[in-house]
């Protein structure tokens, strides 16, 4: 029977539905990263700025996604705002919301506190050479930050990507949604769920190990540089 | 002859505690002074006040006649005249040593990179490190990044030198090949202010010494008269705590000098 299971994979359009599924969690996965990406870094300074408030809102922020599970802030978009503010919100667009909302304060405490963790006398040395603040800036801080956050910015890029999985639960069909329709139709083929789960695992992995093999890399063509 | 450096009773402290309590040098054209003292009795704190890296709350200082305390924007314009090297190694670890070097002669000062690099192979060479312009800073050792960092700051051909216990975090094997360094530019007629705890080295390299203690100059005087005949007590003490056994011999030797009688 498992000859059949597998099968299912290449009757009709099946394997074209699982990979449009996937595009549709690797679209929301990149907007994602790309909204996270910028507003992390406006986040980031906004956690250093002298302004008590906009640290307070930061530190608000941050805990509020740390304990918040991230399918109840979709249910509570999808669901909520809908509700309370008339707002129609598409699935994608809430997921692509909530998500932002959670990257960006991550991905700004990761380039906070690569910042902090240049030593002091890296900043000293070079005013010491006579610099300007701004020259600072683009030669010695920028280019010791990016090779700090940007192994921890992939790793965090990967986490996006596996938890786009909860937004079939807000009706978005995505790679794992087709999956399981994919086995409803085919419920004859009792071990058709194995096989259609075990291509969406292997369709998440194709797309994480390279990006997680490229943070390692990263990290070894730039270990030993922060001493 | 008019000095280049003129500190005017300066204070400073942190969070309430007086760090500086009214601090006032000269320091002359070609002259090196050593400022020594126990730990936490403001002599690094005078060099950092002086680079601008610290702002101080009272006093002026004096760059050839141009008050360069408190400035607000123009600071890295001082610093191009005044070189420092700290006591961590602060080489830039995501750059080569040569593009250590070249960074603030063709950024800060906007020289040619040709004319830079020449003289900077020159200075490497000169400290034995020729054969080190492409490494990275990490596969340095100690001493090594040290004396990069002497020529790094000599690249910008400042009018002063401030060195901040340079040899402080350096293994004692390394010691010496930065110093030596440090002697020889003393000898080329270097500018220069020196926080060291490497006595012999600050005796060997002084023109002037400054024994500083909790926030003021204790004592001042030419290196041979204040390694041997310290006038103050406190003084002795802090140069009795840098000889061990050797102390012995030396009472013995010197029994018969007044200066000496009362270290014990």
Redesign the interface.
Same mark, same amino acid.
């Given at each position: 029977m498992q000859d059949l299971g597998i099968s299912v994979l290449f009757r009709g359009i099946n394997f074209q539905r699982l990979l449009l599924g996937l595009w549709v969690t690797l679209r929301i996965a990149l907007i994602t990263i790309g909204i996270s990406a910028v507003l992390g870094l406006l986040f980031g300074l906004a956690m250093m700025s002298r302004s008590r408030a906009a640290r307070a809102v930061c530190r608000i922020w941050l805990e509020i996604i740390r304990f918040m599970p991230q399918l109840v802030l979709l249910y509570l978009v999808y669901f909520g705002f809908a509700r309370l503010f008339g707002w129609n919100l598409d699935g994608e667009t809430s997921a692509v919301l909530v998500f932002s909302f959670w990257g960006t304060a991550e991905m700004g405490d990761l380039f906070r506190g690569a910042l902090t963790s240049i030593p002091r006398h890296q900043r000293e040395s070079a005013a010491a050479l006579g610099l300007t603040r701004a020259q600072i800036n683009r030669y010695i801080l920028l280019p010791q930050t990016v090779r700090r956050l940007v192994p921890q910015a992939i790793n965090l890029s990967t986490r996006i990507i596996k938890t786009t999985a909860l937004v079939k639960m807000i009706n978005v069909t995505e790679v794992l949604k087709v999956g399981q329709q994919i086995i409803g139709q085919f419920y004859r083929e009792p071990s058709a769920a194995f096989w259609v789960y075990a291509t969406v695992f292997l369709l998440y992995f194709l797309i994480c190990w390279p990006i997680s093999l490229l943070a390692g890399r990263l990290e070894i063509l730039w270990e030993g540089n922060h001493h | 002859m008019e000095p280049i450096l003129r500190v005017k009773d300066i204070h400073k402290s942190f969070d309430g505690t007086g760090v500086l309590k009214g601090v006032s040098l000269e320091i002359h054209e070609g002259e090196v002074v050593v400022i020594i003292g126990p730990s936490g009795c403001g002599k690094s704190t005078l060099l950092r006040c002086i680079?601008g890296?610290e702002r101080i709350d009272r006093g002026e200082i004096l760059l050839r006649d141009r008050r360069i305390s408190g400035l607000e924007k123009d600071? %890295?314009?001082?610093?191009?005249?005044?070189?420092?090297?700290?006591q961590?190694y602060? #080489?830039?670890? %995501?750059m080569k040593v040569m593009d250590n070097l070249l960074?603030?002669p063709t950024?800060? #000062?906007k020289r040619s990179r040709e004319e830079t690099e020449a003289e900077a192979m020159q200075m490497l060479s000169r400290v034995g490190l020729a054969d080190k312009a492409q490494a990275?800073p990490?596969t340095l050792s100690g001493g090594q990044k040290q004396r990069v960092?002497l020529v790094?700051?000599m690249l910008?051909h400042p009018e002063l030198l401030l060195l901040d216990e340079i040899t402080a975090a350096l293994d004692p094997e390394m010691v010496s090949e930065v110093l030596n360094v440090v002697i020889d530019l003393a000898e080329e007629g270097m500018t220069m202010a020196i926080v060291t705890h490497e006595m012999r080295f600050a005796e060997a390299v002084a023109d002037r010494v400054l024994f500083m203690e909790d926030g003021v100059i204790a004592e001042e005087g030419g290196p041979e008269e204040f390694f041997r005949e310290p006038r103050t007590e406190r003084a002795r003490q802090f140069l009795q705590s840098f000889t061990y056994a050797s102390a012995r011999k030396k009472e013995k030797a010197d029994s018969g000098n007044p200066g000496s009688g009362k270290i014990r």
């Open positions: - | 680079n890296l600071m %890295h314009l001082v610093r191009q005249k005044i070189g420092m090297v700290f961590s602060d #080489l830039f670890p %995501h960074l603030g950024k800060a #000062l990275l990490r960092a790094r700051a910008m």
